[in-house]
């Protein structure tokens, strides 16, 4: 047996342990078919029972309506930020893009291929020099655009809207760090798509949760893998799949459920943020740069005050089984990424880390 760790890893990002269990235990053997779910057809009777069911319970888990479509698409967040502009917005038509952060930045950039893209807010630091957004009464959305994007969980910056901007445009969200990590409103969104590699599954598969008026308006150029209406036509299965990362999401969704479902991991979710924010407000030694109210629940970067510190603190944490501490490279310091699948425990055991290694070198 090996020691216990605790995978702190912004993405790809632990899975829970039940699934990475049942997996390893059905890998060559699915079924009783003698075979790997990952060496079967998707379109056999068999996968497709996979595929289906676990559109349905993610459905169940979002409470997304028939209003919408659920693709299960290549090309994780990033394909993502193509898609969206190639599917709704031709060259001269506008778009708002809201920046709070490095990924709604990428997002940006990336849209800037394909139409005009406005700058309805750019990143913002308050008064206090703390990380933050922007306040919403000075966003300057614009008349024509034709929907509003937006990063409701900064990853790397570790900010988190606690709103949902209220705009008369489709609202498009990029929801790749915090997709199925608390209780949302889908009727709310145009477009909801997320990278799995943080709270889904593995990396390379992308879900996009698009409402079905918006569905049909791609341009001629779009890649038909691309396309949300060739891939809602063939239910995701224009091309094959990521088969293997779509069964894994389906293991997530189950085991998500058998928590209680979203409003149960949420409870969750809120005592292990609650517990490390209040840590590191009390202690000298740590520091958060992010402004409280949009404090992220799933990724959450902090600062050593002697930043001299930081390579020991990286090697025993890890020593003591805390793994992928290190901060992104463009903020430097660390981050504990703690998602659906991170215990209460395994913060529990970060926190009495992080106080005893002040401790001994305060
Ligand atoms: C990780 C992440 C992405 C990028 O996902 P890839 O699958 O690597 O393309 C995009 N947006 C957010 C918010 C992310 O956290």
């Known amino acids: 047996m090996t020691k216990e760790v605790f995978n702190f890893c912004a993405g790809p990002a632990m899975l829970p342990k039940p699934v990475m269990q049942l997996a390893q235990q059905e890998l060559v053997n699915w079924n009783d078919m003698g075979v790997s779910v990952m060496e079967i057809s998707h379109r056999s ?63 940006f950039t990336e849209g800037q291929k394909y139409g005009q893209i406005n700058l309805a807010a750019d990143t913002y630091t308050n008064e ?95 890649p038909s893998i691309y396309d949300y209406a060739v891939q809602n036509n063939s239910d995701s299965m224009f091309n094959t799949p990521p088969t293997y990362a779509w069964y894994l999401a389906g293991l997530v969704f189950k085991w998500l459920k058998s928590q209680g479902g979203v409003a149960a991991v949420q409870k969750v979710n809120e005592q292990k943020a609650a517990l490390l924010y209040n840590f590191i407000d009390g202690n000298e030694f740590y520091s958060n740069k992010v402004e409280k109210q949009y404090r992220s629940k799933m990724n959450v970067p902090f600062f050593l005050e002697n930043e001299a510190l930081n390579a020991k603190f990286l090697a025993e944490s890890e020593q003591a089984g805390l793994l992928a501490l290190k901060g992104h490279r463009s903020v430097g310091g660390m981050r504990a990424s703690i998602y659906n699948a991170m215990p209460l425990e395994g913060v529990e055991a970060l926190v009495a880390f992080m106080q005893d290694f002040a401790q001994k070198n305060g």
């Open 45 to 107: 009777k068999d996968y497709i029972a996979v595929a289906e069911q676990a559109e349905k319970d993610l459905r169940d888990l979002m409470g997304i309506s028939d209003d919408y479509s659920v693709l299960f698409m290549h090309g994780g967040g990033r394909g993502q930020f193509a898609a969206v502009p190639m599917n709704l917005l031709t060259a001269q038509q506008q778009a708002d893009y809201v920046l709070t952060g490095s990924w709604s930045k990428s997002a």
């Open 128 to 222: 206090k020099g703390e990380g933050s957004i922007l306040p919403f009464d000075q966003w300057k959305l614009s008349e024509s655009a034709e929907y509003v994007h937006y990063c409701p969980n900064e990853t790397v910056d570790g900010i988190e809207f606690n709103y949902i901007p209220e705009v008369d445009k489709p609202l498009v969200a990029d929801m790749s760090s915090c997709i199925l990590s608390q209780e949302i409103d889908v009727s709310k969104f145009g477009v909801i798509y997320a990278g799995a590699q943080k709270n889904i599954g593995p990396s390379g598969l992308a879900i996009a949760i698009v409402r079905k008026d918006l569905i049909g308006r791609a341009n001629g150029f779009t």
